[in-house]
């Protein structure tokens, strides 16, 4: 079941669902049916983002996800599962087409994976099943390993840097969810022997009663 959180597609940034704090030289604007941050200073670069209000629970039980489409990446974009500034997940996109991911652990910092894509803009995913955490671009796995932040509950970050020379980086489509695709699938693949089962009888049946004509 997917759930849009923010499609950005009333072009009135929505406080109700969104923490902004706005730093020099950038302006926060939904337009264009999208997020986007915008340089307006000088020579230089700052980075900035928004944070969602509502916290998400990634438990073990199911499959969960955020994710978020990257249009622009500015410098460099990134879709963040925050718990507090000391213990995140991150993955993002660079300006040189570069996916990272990383993640910081009682204030300390570990980079996971690096790969080059030649993309500045794309689905970036992040997603929990039983005691693992994974990553995703475009819908493919890059990334997986054990959850280790100290708690499943998280608040979506959307997070740029953008300067005189890449002035823009814009997000769209923020969503969360619950991926019971996979167990409805396992469970019809358990199934297919009784399904087999059922149309070799229904043959046999067939053929018995043609020889008893």
Do not use: H
């Amino acid at each position: 079941m997917y759930v849009t959180y923010d499609d950005f597609n009333d072009n009135s940034f929505d406080t109700n669902k969104w923490v902004y704090y706005k730093v020099t030289d950038i302006e926060l604007y939904e337009r264009n049916q999208r997020l986007e941050f915008v340089w307006t200073g000088g020579t230089g670069g700052a980075g900035n983002n928004v944070k969602s209000t509502k916290v998400f629970d990634l438990r073990a039980d199911k499959e969960y996800e955020i994710s978020v489409t990257v249009i622009e990446c500015g410098m460099g974009a990134s879709l963040i599962a925050l718990v507090n500034e000391k213990n995140y997940y991150s993955i993002g996109l660079s300006r040189e087409g570069e996916l990272g991911v990383s993640v910081v652990v009682d204030g300390n910092y570990y980079p996971l994976k690096s790969m080059v894509v030649e993309k500045t803009s794309g689905r970036l995913t992040i997603g929990v099943s039983n005691s693992e955490v994974y990553f995703k671009f475009d819908g493919d796995e890059v990334y997986r390993e054990t959850y280790r932040l100290p708690s499943r509950s998280v608040n979506i970050m959307l997070n740029c840097m953008v300067s005189n020379t890449e002035p823009l980086a814009a997000f769209d489509d923020v969503g969360y969810t619950i991926a019971t695709e996979a167990q409805i699938m396992q469970t019809i693949l358990s199934l297919i022997p009784f399904f087999i089962l059922m149309i070799i009888l229904t043959m046999f049946s067939s053929l018995v009663r043609t020889l008893m004509k």
